[in-house]
Every structure is written in structure tokens, then in C-alpha cells.
């Protein structure tokens, strides 16, 4: 038994139309400025702004921060400190077991504490990092080249030269003012979880941010008391 096959002549198939482009770019772009509109619009949070907009502590613990700059703490692991918690990394740099704490820019955070220029921001449950109230620190001139040897990788870079008038996780009642920055010690040290940690890079630019549409809307957040009067007046 025999099968044919009738061939389909080319001038019966009907050519497949092409979706209109127009149309479709067009939805791309409203969709595209949507998510532009949706955004948040980040200024940096100053002192200056938060007594502007007269922001009590109760005020700022409700507000959405966020953070500049990455942070990166590192700290060295011995015997004695090898415990860490769940979302911390551990690295081997040169030989030592280093727990390092990431917090990526743009990161979100709350406020859980304020005491004068200082806010405690937690962006993660059951810790904090401080940020003050400062003037921008300065960088330290970098130091000078020297023909040495070749030296292993450093666990701590950034820490060579670190940076002056670093903010005091204290504050400073009489030179309150500027962003609120990450607050370390003397050579950078910063407690996390109660335990010392050394920020490394960028870690001491990093300052807090806020939505300027959502600190307006607190500023403008304000009840108007009718008044009580009595009973037959």
C-alpha cells in the first residue's frame, strides 16, 4: 500500500502577520516609567532635617531608612570567639578565619533607638548599628609608596589609612549637625552583636538615607485639637 503526500503550495499558506511594534513600545515605556515612579526618591537624613521637620524620636522610629554605601565589618576568629550567627560569612585570608557582616547599599533599615544625635538602626532582628549626627569625615592622605616585598593579602584593607574625625557612636551634643554616619571607635572599630569589628573600604562613608515623599508626609502629619468646652456652653 502506498501513502501520498499532497504537497501545500506556497501561494495557499497565509503569511503569519507580525505584532504591531508601536504598541508594544509603548506599553514598555509606561511600564518602565511606573517603576521609576514608584522609586523612592533618596536624600540624605541630616540633623538639620530632622529639627526642620521638628521629627521627635518617636517620629523617626517610624520613618523607612536606608544605607549609602555598603558596609563590610570583618573580625578575626580565634578559639575563643568561633561563633557566629547563621547569616554572617566566614573567609580564609591569608591563612586567618575572618566572620565578615555585609550590608549592601540601599539597604532598608528602621530605627529602633535615639538618643540625641545618635540612632541605632537595626537591618536585621536583634542587632544595630549606630549612625551620628557629624560633619563628613575627611580622608587621611594616603601613604607613601614603598619598594618593598610582595605582602599577602591584607584581611582588613582600607584600614592603612583610615579616615580622621571618625563619628563617636556617643555623639556630641555640642556639634550636632551634617548626615547621620556610621559610628565607629579609634582605627575604625565597630560593635556588632556585641563583638568588636574592624570596617574596612568605604564602610565609614556610609550615612543614612530617607524618602524626602515620605518624611514630607510626616512633617505634614499633624492633628488640630477642636478643643473640649463644657457641657452647656
Known amino acids: 500500500m502506498l501513502f501520498r503526500v499532497r504537497p501545500i503550495h506556497a501561494a495557499r499558506r497565509r503569511p503569519a502577520t507580525a505584532a504591531p511594534l508601536a504598541p508594544l513600545l509603548t506599553l514598555a515605556v509606561v511600564f518602565l516609567a511606573s517603576l521609576a515612579g514608584c522609586a523612592p526618591r533618596l536624600v540624605p537624613f541630616t540633623h538639620e532635617l530632622r529639627v526642620q521637620h521638628g521629627l521627635s524620636d518617636r517620629d523617626v522610629k517610624g520613618l523607612q531608612f536606608y544605607v549609602s554605601h555598603d558596609i563590610a565589618l570583618r573580625r578575626e576568629l580565634t578559639a575563643e570567639s568561633s561563633r557566629i550567627t547563621s547569616s554572617h560569612t566566614l573567609l580564609l585570608v591569608s591563612g586567618k578565619v575572618i566572620e565578615e557582616v555585609v550590608v549592601e547599599e540601599r539597604t532598608p533599615g528602621v530605627v529602633v533607638g535615639a538618643r540625641g544625635g545618635v540612632l541605632s538602626v537595626s537591618f536585621e532582628p536583634g542587632a544595630t548599628l549606630s549612625f551620628s549626627a557629624a560633619p563628613e569625615p575627611e580622608p587621611a592622605p594616603p601613604p607613601p609608596p614603598f619598594p618593598g616585598f610582595a605582602t599577602p593579602p591584607d584581611p582588613f584593607p582600607g584600614n592603612a589609612a583610615p579616615l580622621l574625625a571618625i563619628p563617636s557612636a556617643a ?63
Open 171 to 233: 555623639g556630641d551634643a555640642t556639634t550636632l549637625g551634617g548626615n547621620y554616619w556610621l559610628a565607629a571607635g579609634p582605627g575604625g572599630e565597630v560593635r556588632y552583636q556585641g563583638k568588636a569589628f574592624s570596617a574596612i573600604e568605604d564602610s565609614l562613608r556610609a550615612h543614612l538615607l530617607i524618602d524626602a515623599d515620605a518624611l514630607e508626609e510626616v512633617a505634614l502629619r499633624r492633628t488640630v485639637l477642636p478643643g473640649v468646652r463644657l457641657s452647656g456652653r
